[in-house]
DNA sequence: GCCATGTAGATGATGCGTCATCTACTGGTG
DNA sequence: CACCAGTAGATGACGCATCATCTACATGGC
């Protein structure tokens, strides 16, 4: 990794911007979601794909590829979710591997209860200072990268 | 809260592709730089600051302010970089309920380390999959929200 | 000088994320 | 059928992030 062909100041700037960007909006947002739900984001994104569906009912592998998540992560995090009450494990009967993780009663009524908050927040926080010019090159921009990424 | 401004079908797509984007590339970065050299981006944005000033040396709260990091996560961050000899603390002569915090001279070699092979990363999954306008337009982007969050 | 208020920083508890590793089952090939 | 490669998922260890709280010093008003 020789002589690497550093950042213009162009790109210094805009990287550093994007990471301070990135950083304390995810801050705000785990925060007003925490405080006004109780939830994190990590979870918040779970019973989202959970209530997509609408047996509320998914193989963990699958919310695996929805949300890219790494393998162990999902699986910490749907132990810690199943320990608060939002989500269960049942077997499942066609692959003797697996599973399913089935959102809660009380899942339900949590992601129901956070989301206006949470949509609120991010609304205000992002989009209401930004031009509909600028959310669409945002999209092609993270479209441009994650093609990049595989 | 009730009946918020929900997100239409191209906030939603954007969201949800910063989202990914950001998660993705995030992991991607950490990955390389703690394979490579050891170092978390965490670890990696502390030296970078530390090294910005030719002592090597800064205040915690002048740390703090430059991050942007919560009080509580820096000083934890520091006490484990400091049991790894990347940093070290000295008393502060001025305030005597200050502190400093010094870069060691293994603080110096990783951070010199690491940080060709880490800009190299940088550069080939995000730069060169966009044009200097997208770039210009993520800055501005990034500065227009960041407006927002105080 | 004394007290109130504020600021610098550390710490313990707890939840989150990654890596390495393990178990158990599936499905294909001989 | 026996085997083996691959896949689904769980787990322990450890570093990271946040919240609440604590100590100690600074500073301004009286």
């Known amino acids: 990794m020789n002589s690497p062909r550093w950042l213009d100041s162009d790109e210094q700037r805009a990287w550093r911007a994007y990471l301070r960007m990135q950083g304390r909006l995810t801050a705000r947002l785990?925060?007003?979601?925490?405080?006004?739900?109780?939830?994190?984001?990590?979870?918040?994104?779970v019973l989202v794909h959970l209530t997509d569906r609408e047996e509320g009912r998914l193989r963990p592998y699958e919310l695996q590829r929805d949300l890219?998540?790494?393998?162990?992560?999902?699986?910490?995090?749907l132990t810690r979710m199943q320990r608060r009450g939002l989500v269960t494990r049942e077997e499942c009967a066609d692959d003797g591997r697996g599973a399913y993780v089935v959102i809660t009663e009380e899942g339900r009524?949590?992601?129901?209860?956070?989301a206006p908050g949470h949509v609120e927040t991010v609304r205000r926080l992002f989009f209401d200072g930004l031009t509909r010019e600028q959310v669409?090159?945002?999209?092609r921009l993270a479209a441009d990268v994650l093609d990049r990424l595989d």
Chains 1, 2 share one sequence.
């Not at 890219?68 to 995090?77: A, D, K, N, V, Y």
């Not at 009524?109 to 956070?114: D, E, P």
């Open 30 to 45: 785990n925060r007003q979601l925490q405080a006004d739900s109780g939830l994190s984001l990590a979870d918040y994104e």
């Open 68 to 77: 890219q998540w790494e393998q162990s992560r999902l699986s910490h995090h």
């Open 109 to 114: 009524r949590a992601i129901t209860a956070a």
């Open 136 to 139: 669409a090159a945002l999209e």
